[in-house]
């Protein structure tokens, strides 16, 4: 979905903020997620119309169902949901599976990068817990990292996936 230049600048100030916050603190302020909320879902109308403000709407939607169990077994936290409900509503539902796609391309580096950047033991731990996953054992494993681990911040990558496709020519 295009959109103007000024309106893309709308846009990215709040994603900028997302992935600032998340890479900083591990936490996205609620109002940073519903600034870009209330944003995204002005735009679709103002710029594409009021059908297009319902496929935002939608879109938000079908992302709260997809990231519904990894939030409730406490896999994902409730900003970076909140996050990609908001990135999806500024994007429709035309280009949602890209958008998860470009997510999940953007994410892997950086969990690898948290990976290395976690200690020794952790790291130990983890590659256990990928030797379990591959006899498909899946392990017992703490969301919010834990002793000696840099959790992921997964709505930094949804952040700079949404600006991708945003600004794609």
């Known amino acids: ?36 909320a209330v ?6 109308g103002l710029c594409h119309g009021g ?3 319902l496929g935002g709407l939608g879109a938000a939607a079908v992302t709260l169902v997809v990231l519904w169990i990894p939030w409730s ?3 994902l ?3 970076d949901v909140k996050a990609m409900m908001g990135a999806a509503l500024w994007l429709g539902m035309t280009p949602l599976l890209r958008f998860y796609l470009i997510t999940a391309l953007v994410v892997g580096p ?12 952790a ?4 590659a256990a817990n990928l030797k379990l ?12 990292g834990g002793p000696g681990r840099v959790s992921v911040p997964f709505g930094a990558a949804a952040a700079l996936a949404a600006l991708i496709l945003l600004w794609r020519p």
């Open 1 to 36: 979905m295009s959109y103007p230049l000024h309106t893309l600048f709308l846009a990215s100030a709040p994603l900028l903020l997302v992935a600032a916050w998340d890479i900083a603190r591990r936490r996205i302020p609620n109002w940073v997620n519903a600034a870009l």
């Open 133 to 144: 996953a591959l006899l498909r054992v899946v392990p017992e494993v703490p969301a919010a």
């Open 73 to 75: 077994t406490r896999r």
């Open 51 to 53: 059908i297009a403000a």
């Open 123 to 126: 790291r130990r731990e983890m």
């Open 39 to 44: 944003l995204g879902l002005g735009a679709q």
């Open 110 to 121: 950086v969990a690898l990068a948290c990976a290395a950047l976690s200690s020794a033991a």
């Open 77 to 79: 936290g409730g900003g």
